[in-house]
């Protein structure tokens, strides 16, 4: 039996009574979705300083594509209805009491390693304000981080879907009703899209995707990742190798030259998209878009709540109907983990709301790239399988710390890139010179040290996907990357 199969129940357990470990082998190792009383201590503040006028001050000039429906009462999102607007002029919308637009995940930008940005639009412009990587989360990897926001007093609805990341998604106001399935439902939720694989840490891969493993990397991107890796190796030991003055260095290091040009070449030569897990999820169903509106993606279900029971039960016979749903409520200042592939169907409403809007509802979510090594004692320090994820994330957390000036120090393994990380603001919070909280929970090290036993750690070096061997290995990584279009990333709770 699956890990994700074995429970009927949404259990409430207090956010500050479960460690990173305990969170690991409880839930996130037995892909088992859990409500946390209680929010990450760098967001408990966040709904009563994200008022209008502070967002609007701060990131008010920033463009978003906001979600609209025209269903009147019944609303219903994640139809690919999109309007563009500045955030100053979204906000006084729910202000005004607007209730027919709701604030989603939005496009960003392509980053220099060839994957998209953590967050965009209006995130960019209250950074400081929220951690990139929870303490909670303990090794897995950030894939992107989203602002949700509307207004509802009747309750709108998100349509039936399923994520391709491990969620961690906290409330800051209203309330969210979760009508979930595992992920072993998939037979009987018709997609829009064509299921081809399902992952047992119950990552879906559609026929439209491409060769998409259960961490959502493309395997055939790992496979010329890994042969980067190598020829990068026998570089830097042929460099090693000249400088020693051993005999035949100096061919070593030709050869070495030539195998990592030509893995440069390979890839270009394959078109590499440097494909992400966003990427995939994005690729909709092969199915016409209707007026106004972007292509479903493959991961929604063809199954229209509102229709009658007797008419589902016809339409879509193998549905054991919405009564078979696991049923959750997430009340402001909680906090749900979802792992990828659950089944949900979410009604948004804005029990209480803000002095500024009494019916809205707002919450802040880490999608993270889903783990697939899920043993419940060693998957705590190395979630995933592969190294290609911790990569770039290593290579993140260096490119941040180069950026502000500063030198990682490998021999300081409690401190070194700790404060760097910190200070980049990369890890999970502020920098506190005398007494690190997190050192505990990784064992003395930084959340990107501690993967350093791992494949592809080399100290003071970016070893993101592509890496860094000599000069102007990395200048044509770095060409190829700047024609890359931006990511793009749509739908969800």
Request: hydrophobic letters at 35%; charged letters at 25%.
């Amino acid at each position: 039996m699956a890990p994700q199969d074995i429970t009927n129940t949404v259990p409430v357990v207090p956010y500050g009574e479960l460690s990173p470990q305990r969170f690991w082998k409880e839930f996130v190792s037995q892909r088992r979705p859990v409500v946390l009383d209680g929010l990450d201590a760098h967001l408990a503040e966040l709904s009563r300083k994200w008022t209008k006028e502070n967002l609007s001050e701060r990131a008010g000039d920033c463009m978003l594509e906001v979600e609209f429906s025209d269903e009147g009462a019944a609303r219903k999102y994640g139809q690919g209805m999109k309007q563009t607007m500045p955030f100053r002029r979204f906000l006084q919308s729910i202000a005004d009491g607007e209730d027919s637009r709701y604030l989603t995940t939005q496009d960003v930008p392509t980053e220099i390693d060839g994957h998209p940005a953590l967050y965009g639009s209006p995130l960019v412009a209250l950074e400081g304000d929220f951690p990139r990587l929870p303490e909670l989360a303990g090794s897995l990897v950030p894939a992107s981080i989203n602002l949700w926001m509307g207004l509802s007093a009747q309750g709108t609805s998100s349509g039936l879907h399923h994520d391709f990341h491990d969620n961690l998604y906290s409330l800051l106001r209203g309330r969210k009703t979760f009508r979930l399935w595992p992920p072993s439902a998939l037979d009987s939720m018709y997609p829009h899209g064509r299921p081809v694989k399902r992952w047992p840490n119950g990552r879906v891969v559609y026929s439209e995707q491409g060769n998409i493993g259960p961490d959502g990397v493309d395997m055939d991107e790992e496979r010329r990742w890994e042969e980067k890796f190598a020829a990068e190796m026998e570089l830097e030991m042929a460099e090693k190798a000249v400088e020693a003055g051993e005999q035949g260095a100096k061919r070593r290091l030709q050869a070495a030259n030539r195998r990592l040009d030509a893995v440069m070449d390979a890839a270009m030569d394959e078109g590499s998209e440097w494909l992400d897990d966003f990427d995939a999820m994005e690729r909709p169903a092969q199915r016409p878009a209707t007026s106004g509106a972007a292509p479903i993606p493959p991961s929604f279900s063809r199954i229209d709540a509102d229709l009658p029971p007797a008419e589902i039960e016809k339409k879509f016979p193998r549905f054991k109907g919405f009564s078979s749903a696991i049923t959750c409520t997430v009340e402001a200042g909680q906090t749900l983990y979802l792992p990828a592939g659950w089944w949900h169907e979410v009604t948004s409403q804005g029990f209480g709301g803000s002095k500024d809007a009494p019916g809205e509802h707002m919450a802040l979510n880490h999608w993270f790239h889903p783990p697939d090594n899920l043993d419940a004692e060693a998957g705590f320090s190395k979630p995933y399988t592969s190294d290609f994820w911790p990569a770039v994330w290593r290579g993140r957390c260096r490119l941040a710390a180069a950026a502000l000036g500063g030198t990682a120090n490998p021999g300081s393994e409690a401190g070194g890139d700790l404060v760097l990380l910190q200070a980049a603001g990369l890890s999970h919070g502020p920098v506190d010179h005398h007494h690190d909280h997190h050192h505990h929970h990784h064992g003395g090290k930084s959340c990107c040290s501690g993967h350093r036993a791992g494949a592809g750690y080399r100290p003071l070096k970016w070893d993101g996907p592509w890496g860094m061997g000599r000069r102007h290995h990395l200048n044509r990584f770095l060409a190829v990357a700047a024609f890359q279009a931006p990511a793009k990333r749509r739908r969800g709770l």
